[in-house]
């Protein structure tokens, strides 16, 4: 299997020999799917060099989130301030001059030094031979089928003494994990055209279906005191025209009223790619989203990425939190799309920098492979997504539509390379971290009704992460799993140690739900459908909480796991999720691997949570 990160602590460093002054930082084991190896890099080519800085106390921070979010603590909702975060977390004077001086020593002209505005990274732009020689690494261009190229190293190393101070350094080993439409991550994909005939909730789902399956309120009562965003990412886009005829068919009151667009990074509703496939996500995250909080609840559309490039999930971060953020060409640019962009049609605007507000709850419908990036680029951002609950901020992420598998189909061998032709499973991200609550699907039984037990949709995603250690707080709902269900599977086909991350963490409806693409009916299935329903769900949560005079739930895994919630959900104990040759997962009696805890039972749940400070 790949190797284990804890949840609380990255690994970084392999000391490539006990008396070597240098260490190999980081090796990739193999390309990526699509790409092949072209030609040596030109030596006198320019690299935007970026080393992204250690950071103290990061290994408390599961320590720090748990303080604010389980309903045992004292200080449970006392969010943190940016500041708080970014004081508590900004890497120390030593580390940044310590990597500061190898530079300058290795003949770097101080001017070309920079220290990102929150302090977490250092950037030079160097050339390759330079490079190569700070580095110990060779550099070459990589072509992909589509015709794209890419610059990488197959490894790098750093001096001793410089290791403990570096999380890691790009452009090196990391492949393209742009969210553009010629690649990136999947999401629901799954349209069926149906018939204007009306059939029952277990055909064709309808936001009236879920607020009686879920036992939902038909509308908030402190909508102007709460927030709710969904983030899409361009060429994503959805039409008003097509949320006036949904909210016309299935939802009084919503002709006419539109999301609040936060345009980042050159963000628009593109007209110009017209294919059901570039209207379904967006379409069917804010019908959905809209419909079950109310006209009177504004909800957020972040709209990412211009229509030249797109964008990665760190580009968002970079808008909505200041500390991430590093500030023109600092992301990195062999998985983040760089603005300005100067290229013909690329958005030429100033990158937002912390100066997009979160709403309380962030729902994202979009994923990874967890094989698509590197475990030290991969934790680094699941660490942000831990700072942003300390802030309070909810994150939701889809498990995957794709069972055991990984997106595109595809699986991995044992060495970790992924191939429609692997057996071992391929686990989702960000779903797989440990700070964002990762959402499956389920279904309504053919013949069935809303009274009736849900089960599990037999594409959603769901397993454990060959990244990120198991969190305290699903430690002994996963061991229960394993010491009564366990899958039998040999342990070389997926993370079998019980010290991993396990997800999803609950469930809701994905499967046969009705939306509108370019003024016809259709239906959807996908875990990317039911993450914004939960969205929404929880969005309802903080209605009333606020209206009682508390603060948004923050972080909700804490919480959800602990027996003060051990009734507020719907018990999902039917269902599997294959893929890599086997039948997957079952779900059963408690967590599972499928569906989680379970499904929403709204007035359990808002119980629950008005009982806490």
């Known amino acids: 299997m790949l190797s284990l990160l804890s949840w609380l602590t990255l690994s970084l460093v392999v000391v ?28 006198s ?7 992204a ?55 770097v002209d101080p001017a070309r030094v920079e220290v990102s505005p929150g302090k977490g990274w250092l950037h030079v732009n160097s050339t390759v031979g330079e490079v190569e020689g700070l580095l110990r690494a060779k550099y070459y261009v990589y072509v992909h089928d589509t015709g794209a190229e890419h ?41 069926t055209k149906v018939s204007a005939k009306a ?32 983030v899409e990412f361009t060429p994503q886009t959805h039409r008003q025209s097509d949320l006036n005829s949904f909210a016309k068919k299935y939802s009084t009151g919503l002709s006419g009223v539109s999301p609040k667009m936060v345009s980042i990074d050159g963000g628009v509703l593109q007209t110009k790619l017209t294919d059901d496939n570039y209207y379904a996500e967006s379409s069917a995250d804010l019908e959905y989203g809209m419909s079950l909080v109310g006209p009177k609840q504004e909800v957020t559309l ?85 700072k942003l609950g300390i802030m309070g901020i909810t994150v939701l992420y889809p498990s995957g539509d794709d069972g ?20 071992v499973f391929n686990p989702s991200f960000p779903a797989s971290c440990p700070f964002v609550t990762a959402v499956g699907a389920t279904r309504i039984a053919s013949g069935g009704s809303v009274h009736d037990p849900e089960s599990a949709w037999d594409h959603s995603g769901g397993g454990w992460s060959n990244y990120f250690g198991m969190p305290a707080y699903q430690a002994d709902a996963v061991k229960s799993y394993l010491k009564h269900h366990h899958p039998g599977y040999s342990g070389d086909i997926w993370n079998s140690t019980g010290k991993s ?3 999803p963490d609950l469930s809701a409806i994905g499967y046969n739900v009705m939306i509108v693409i370019r003024d016809e009916v259709m239906t959807i299935s996908g875990t990317s459908l039911s993450t914004p329903i939960v969205g929404a769900i929880l969005t309802l949560v903080n209605d009333a909480r606020i209206n009682a005079g508390k603060r948004p739930i923050g972080f909700i895994n804490s919480a959800i796991y602990s027996e003060k919630f051990s009734g507020a959900f719907h018990d999902v104990t039917t269902g599997t999720n294959p893929g890599c040759g086997t039948k997957g997962f079952e779900a059963v009696k408690g967590w599972d691997p499928v569906t989680g805890l379970g499904t929403p039972n709204f007035p359990r749940m808002v119980e629950a949570w008005l009982k806490l400070r």
Not at 45 to 51: D, Q, S, V
Not at 54 to 79: C, E, F, K, R, W
Not at 317 to 337: K, P, Q, R, V
Not at 404 to 423: A, D, F, M, Y
């Open 501 to 503: 991350r396990a997800y």
């Open 199 to 230: 059939k029952g909730c277990d055909e064709e789902i309808t936001p009236s279906c879920l607020r009686a399956l879920y036992g939902l309120p038909n509308k908030p009562v402190s909508a102007k005191k709460n927030s709710f965003g969904i």
């Open 16 to 43: 490539s020999g006990a008396t070597s002054p240098w260490t190999l930082h980081e090796r990739r084991s193999h390309i990526p799917p699509g790409w092949n190896r072209a030609r040596k890099h030109e030596p």
């Open 302 to 386: 972040y709209q990412v990425g211009d229509t030249h490039r797109g964008a990665s999930f760190n580009n968002f971060l970079d808008a909505i939190d200041g500390f991430y953020c590093i500030f023109e060409n600092g992301d990195d640019a062999s998985h983040d799309t760089i603005y300005p962009d100067n290229v013909p049609g690329g958005y030429k605007g100033k990158q937002p920098c912390g100066t997009v507000k979160p709403t309380n709850v962030i729902s994202t419908s979009y994923k990874y492979n967890e094989a698509d990036l590197s475990d030290l680029y991969a934790g680094r951002q699941c660490l942000e997504y831990g």
């Open 53 to 107: 800085l250690t950071q103290p106390n990061i290994d408390q921070i599961g320590s720090y989130l748990n303080d604010v979010s389980h309903p045992d603590s004292p200080n449970y909702g006392d969010h943190w301030t940016p500041d708080q975060v970014a004081t508590k977390f900004a890497p120390t004077k030593e580390t940044i001059n310590t990597v500061r001086d190898w530079l300058l020593q290795s003949g």
């Open 404 to 423: 055991v598998e990984g997106g595109r189909g595809l699986c991995l061998t044992p060495k970790g390379k992924q191939t429609s032709k692997g057996k």
């Open 45 to 51: 080519a320019i690299i935007p060099l970026r080393i």
């Open 151 to 191: 610059v990488a190293s197959e490894s790098y190393h750093l001096p001793a003494h410089v290791t403990p101070h570096v999380d890691f350094v790009t452009p090196t080993i990391h492949f393209d994990a742009r969210l553009a439409h010629e690649g990136g991550p999947t999401t629901s994909g799954i349209v």
